[in-house]
């Protein structure tokens, strides 16, 4: 079998409103009970994200998701229906655009606790690896 990530966990301040946004946002489900302490969203049938509530300071980090183009327009349009600021470049400003550079579409924005979200329709990492 190949190797597969089954769930990791995202350090949150608030684990319930962290876990149903990114749900909410993705069209995926989410739960107020998982394992352990975890609220865990599932993003398909063999991956979840399991948000934990941390104390302060909570770690910023970069999670990228690979869509199809009618799941890109979807969650783009949630995105800016609840008004969260979104950007074309990795480390750059808010500018309300889409990247087409590498192939397909990306987009990024932060969550509350500053962890970075990207979504992509063309993975440019596995692109460079062949």
Not at 9 to 27: F, S
Not at 38 to 59: H, Q, R, S
Not at 82 to 91: D, F, L, Q, T
């Amino acid at each position: 079998m190949p190797i597969q990530l089954d769930h990791l966990m995202v350090p949150a301040r608030d684990k319930l409103a962290a876990a149903r946004l990114l749900a909410e946002l993705l069209g995926v489900p989410w739960s107020k009970t998982g394992v352990g302490p975890f609220f865990p969203v599932f993003v398909n049938d063999g991956f979840t994200i399991d948000f934990d509530e941390w104390p302060e300071p909570i770690p910023r980090i970069h999670y990228c998701f690979r869509v199809s183009d009618a799941e890109f327009n979807a969650i783009l349009a949630r995105i800016q229906a609840a008004g969260i600021p979104y950007r074309s470049a990795v480390h750059g400003p808010v500018d309300s655009q889409v990247d087409t550079a590498h192939g397909g579409r990306i987009v990024y924005w932060n969550e509350p606790d500053g962890h970075q979200w990207e979504m992509l329709t063309v993975s440019y990492a596995r692109a460079a690896a062949t």
